[in-house]
């Protein structure tokens, strides 16, 4: 086992005391995912509360845990402390400050997580890389990356996420990144925002946990270029300029879809580079370009870098692509205005078959929700797609307005949506699944991939 942390380095950052001495090599805050060697850290929340999976966490392994509550004959060694979330954030903070890793940070309203799992992908090829899993990008996902980070990490990736104002200034002040990389501003959230430059101001929260001379990676496309580079300027942060726009820092020359991939040529810092993406899309391949800018500015090999870029692919609900007699694009994860364009986009240019999109409601999209829904009857028929299924209460305005030769279905709930769907599946077809996370549409890609796998058998 790889010691990550001790019960006396860990008493001191916390202000706790071990009931008895013990080591980890990971640390978890929820029992049924957990590794054997763990420090379990008991949270408590909205969502639970850990102390009640003290028990769970001894039968798999868990080696201690840092609790808050008195626990009578606990079953596994304990640091009891005040606040275990304070007590996480502290581990995170000593965790980066005995590392020497070079630290890159990754928000924006579109593209966070698919853009922190391609830097982890390239960066492995060049040193010890850490970073956060799935969307660990808030309160505590962020300080649970940090605590986890091994002493010898040389590349560490984060994903920093929000939905209000405020809540990434604690997040980049425990991070403090080296490279900041800010995808895009879209409108996302909406309904906690009075506008889009609120969304903006809210994102360059971020580079208030910089030091001087440290570097932000932007869309130079994006109309909020402008504003993110000016109270970038306020930091004294360098700034780089990625995308199509004349003086991007990192331009794009051209691209092509081949298939399902992406062929690439830009100009990164005044140097030539042409690279194969395996996943289609001018959304992945601008996002490749605040990918290999990261790199260049971090001096990374980049001959490594322009072949790890092969072996990219999108996260699971992000554009995953599930191909057998019928292709399926998983977009379940998460949903806005932009994020659709750029989903529907894709579908437009998939194969020969059909063409269906099974839509759920975009979330927190505030007073113009309805229109932002209603718009995308327009998309969809610019885009060629052939079948249009709904779900949710939002996408029953964008059901009425579609012509009827698109409409396949329309269902309250996903659920009820899912055996509409299945019945109308023809081999050839190509399925894009898009919703916000609380749309649950997760459901109708595994019902789905089992038809797949049962068409295979």
């Not at 980070?149 to 209000?164: K, L, R, S, W, Y």
């Not at 992945?284 to 692919?313: F, P």
């Not at 949903?335 to 020969?352: E, I, T």
């Amino acid at each position: 086992m790889t010691v990550l942390w001790e019960s006396n380095k860990v008493d001191g950052i916390v202000e706790g005391t071990s009931s008895e001495s013990w080591t980890c090599s990971g640390i978890s805050i929820d029992s049924r995912s957990m590794e054997k060697g763990d420090l379990f850290v008991a949270l408590t929340g909205e969502n639970g509360d850990g102390h009640a999976f003290l028990q769970n966490a001894a039968n798999k392994g868990a080696r201690a845990a840092l609790i808050s509550q008195n626990i009578e004959s606990p079953p596994l060694p304990t640091i009891r402390v005040p606040d275990t979330l304070k007590a996480l954030e502290k581990l995170g903070i000593a965790a980066r400050e005995r590392s020497h890793a070079y630290r890159i940070a990754v928000t924006g309203s579109v593209g966070k997580t698919s853009t922190k799992d391609a830097l982890k992908t390239i960066f492995k090829e060049q040193g010890l890389t850490h970073g956060s899993v799935s969307s660990y990008n808030n309160q505590w996902g962020v300080p649970l990356t940090l605590s986890r980070m091994p002493q010898d990490t040389q590349f560490a990736i984060f994903e920093v996420g929000m939905n209000h104002p405020g809540e990434i200034r604690p997040l980049t002040q425990m991070i403090k990144p080296e490279i900041v990389i800010i995808t895009s501003i879209e409108e996302a959230h909406t309904e906690f925002f009075d506008s889009i430059e609120d969304i903006a101001r809210a994102k360059a929260e971020i580079f208030e946990g910089m030091a001087e001379r440290d570097i932000v990676i932007l869309n130079r496309d994006n109309p909020y270029f402008d504003l993110l580079s000016k109270l970038a300027r306020e930091h004294d942060l360098r700034i780089w300029g990625f995308g199509q726009t004349e003086g991007a820092d990192c331009r794009l020359l051209s691209w092509e879809r081949v298939g399902d991939k992406s062929r690439v040529c830009a100009d990164v810092g005044g140097k030539q580079f042409s690279y194969v993406l395996p996943l289609p899309g001018l959304h992945w391949v601008l996002n490749s370009l605040a990918i290999v800018s990261a790199a260049y500015l971090a001096d990374a090999h980049m001959e490594k870098v322009i072949t790890s870029l092969a072996l990219i692919e999108a996260p699971e609900g992000r554009g995953r692509r599930y191909t057998g007699s019928f292709t399926i694009l998983d977009e379940s994860y998460n949903a806005n205005p932009a994020s659709m364009r750029a989903a529907l986009a894709v579908l437009g240019q998939s194969g020969r078959g059909r063409k269906i999109a099974v839509l759920g409601d975009m979330r927190e999209m505030g007073d113009r929700a309805r229109a932002h829904h209603e718009d995308l009857s327009e998309i969809l028929v610019e885009n060629g797609i052939d079948m249009v299924f709904c779900c949710g209460p939002l996408m029953a305005h964008l059901y009425e307005r579609l012509p009827h030769s698109m409409k396949g279905g329309y269902a309250p709930t996903s659920l009820e949506l899912l055996p509409l769907v299945l019945k109308e599946v023809q081999p050839g077809d190509t399925l894009s699944i898009k919703a916000s996370l609380g749309t649950r549409a997760k459901p109708i890609v595994e019902a789905l991939l089992d038809l797949q796998r049962e068409r295979i058998s």
